[in-house]
């Protein structure tokens, strides 16, 4: 069992930066794929990214490549997603998810991969 708990959300102008932060309850976090999705009013929760349990191996949508990274610090049970050159449509909840992953580079794409997701955090982005 892994319990997810987000951080980092808030309001910022468009051009800014946010650093999202999912910390990750259990001791084998480094077993474990992780992701960050989002989803705007209305919408339906997209991916954003993924990131393999090895952390090596990574993948964006395309409308982040460039400005988001993904990453894992596997001794501090930590996920982070760093957004630069955030946009006004880049504003939803975010939320992170964690899966039992047995590949080191398997990233998962599809929510339904995913076993475990935190309560998610807002990113407002205003222009």
């Known amino acids: 069992q892994v319990q997810l708990v987000e951080s980092g959300g808030g309001l910022v102008q468009a051009g800014g930066s946010l650093r999202l932060s999912c910390a990750a309850s259990g001791r084998t976090f480094s077993s474990y794929a992780m992701g960050w999705f989002r989803q705007a009013p209305g919408k339906e929760r997209e991916f954003v990214a993924a990131?393999?349990?090895?952390?090596?191996?990574?993948y964006y949508v395309d409308s982040v490549k460039g400005r988001f990274t993904i990453s894992k610090a596997s001794a501090k049970n930590t996920a982070y997603l760093q957004m630069n050159s955030l946009k006004p449509e880049d504003t939803a909840v975010y939320y992170c998810?964690?899966?039992?992953?047995?590949?080191?580079?398997?990233?998962?794409?599809?929510?339904?991969?995913?076993?475990?997701w935190g309560q998610g955090t807002q990113v407002t982005v205003s222009s």
């Open positions: 990131a393999s349990r090895s952390g090596d191996s990574t």
């Open positions: 998810a964690a899966a039992l992953s047995f590949l080191q580079s398997e990233v998962l794409l599809t929510t339904r991969r995913y076993n475990y």
